[in-house]
């Protein structure tokens, strides 16, 4: 509440306030049944094959057709293999967490709504805010690099229609890119027709474009066959750069995955999502590594990798094989890559806007869904044509590490949003009935932490009877597991912070990474000792990440290492953007959120 022009300590305390399991999701069933069934709720049409399809759309970009070259002329040479395999490791790590919680909370909203649930709305504000961002950018520069390889496959920029060539205006630092903004109408259209719609789209063009990559694959065997693999008869051997140049190429290839979270933000149009979900990003990953892996195995083995042209290394590599025509095959594949990796990527957007309106985060009316076609369409519109204006106008690669920002965020909350999970889940509910002072209530105890665990009553007013000894054995657990996740956060970031930014002394450095590194360590043995919630365990209705706590914290780590490592130009970028959601979020969002004429009590765990 403000008094005067001053925030209160309750006003504080509702920045942590975390919105029940479910809750977006039961207030749209209320308004469906409203509405006579239809008019609030996605429609669920979506099941294995479908998910695979959008999973494999959005992340087989035309970046495979590029990043081929530069990472083995610039870092892992004829291992480019070992490279793409250690990312698609480190991609699963994150994919095991996303589909825990996406079998938890199978709701719209994909790590925003985890977020919400599991650490606070003002994070969650944070996250879905920067995921609009990520999406917006994302689908723009994927729509921009349409254009030139439509003309590479038609033999050039002047065989273009004169409608679709990109024009520079007296006045504009950029070419305009009318075929980018065309194009990202188009598929803001399909998305409108409904997602079964627009998922079999997705699926034919993504059938298309992994048909292409066999032929890569083939093809390129045949040849190698043929010509004994010169790429892999090299002075320096497999590994040129040593085990530090494949692990760097590994760093680089990882955005070479992203692309699976598109399959979590469908989580409410999935028939099945507790069996679906987790199927549906593995079978994603498993099918984008092996294709990754077998195009460089045969690309690196057709030419040398410091021989390799870092614009177009697999056409090229054809063409030194008298294969000139293999050029428009896979001039043709990268069109149909970016034109998958365009819908997967605008996809996602509505749905997260949705979810925050549905919140009272964003006005209301983004939350509306069609009632015939089921789908968010006002969203869609206006984050289609948010997109569109941007292709045309902006050079968007500039803005490319941006995108990063979003994503690692999202993933590094949803590692957290892991052990919360399991270790301290939320244990408030909505109260049946008004609540005593239901404003007031909520205010002076959202985002309640310790210190209500820590005192037999009721902290919502409520009678109640003494807790037994198994529940204050289990406060106190929850306790310890809360400093603990904490601990881990404080020293990932210092640890990271140090290896990162090597300016301070050397006995310095080392000291301050040697205390780090035993304040993340002795932080996860505690974890691990202290024992998981038993009441999540049992409330776990499909798919449960393995090795908690060690994997999301690892992954925790090896986020935060990339975040810090994206540069000061790409920071200032976005924290002009996220300043700018903090100010809509204190001036709307918090007064305007679902949760603040909602009272809450304290529920012990069974």
Known sequence: MQQGNRLSWSDLQSLARRKPAASSTDRAAGEAAADGGNGRRLAKALSVPHLTAIGVGS?????????????AREHAGPALTVSFLIAGIAAALSALCYAE??????????????????????????????????????????ARGISPNLALFLGGQDKLPFFLAQVHIKGLDTAVDPCAAILVLIVTALLCLGI???????????????????FIICAGGWLGFQNGWPGYNVPKGYFP????GVFSGSATLFFAYIGFDAVASTAEEVKNPQRDLPLGMGLTLSLCCFLYMMVSVVIVGLVPYYAMDPDTPISSAFAQHGMQWAVYAISSGAVLALIAS?????????RIVMAMARDGLLPPIFSAVDQRTQVPTLSTILTGICAAILAFFMDVSQLAGMVSVGTLLAFTMVAISVLIVRYAPPDEMPMEGP????LESLASHA?????????????????QEAPTASEVANMVRRQKAKRCIILVCIGVIIFVSVVSFSSLPFYIQHTICAFSGLLLLGSTIVLSCIGQDKNSLRKTKGFMCPFVPILPVCFILINVYLLMNLGSHTWIRVSVWLVAGALIYLFYGRSHSSLTSTAYERVSPA
């Not at 079964?196 to 066999?214: D, P, Q, Y």
């Not at 985002?447 to 009678?463: C, M």
Request: aromatic share 8%.
């Open 101 to 142: 919680l996406s079998c938890r909370f199978p709701s719209a909203g994909s790590a925003y709504h985890y977020s919400y649930i599991c650490i606070g709305e003002s994070v969650a504000w944070l996250i879905g805010w920067a995921l609009i961002l990520e999406y917006t950018i994302g689908g723009s520069t994927v």
């Open 447 to 463: 985002g309640q932490s310790e210190r209500d665990e820590d005192i037999l009553g009721d902290p919502f007013g409520n009678v």
């Open 196 to 214: 079964k719609e627009s998922s079999l789209v997705e699926g034919i063009i993504t059938i298309a474009n992994v048909a292409k990559m066999l």
């Open 342 to 350: 365009l819908i997967g990527a605008i996809l996602p957007q509505p």
């Open 59 to 71: 992340t087989i970009g035309a970046g495979i057709y590029v990043l081929v070259g530069t990472v």
């Open 435 to 438: 609540g005593p002072g239901s």
């Open 241 to 244: 750069n040593g085990a530090s």
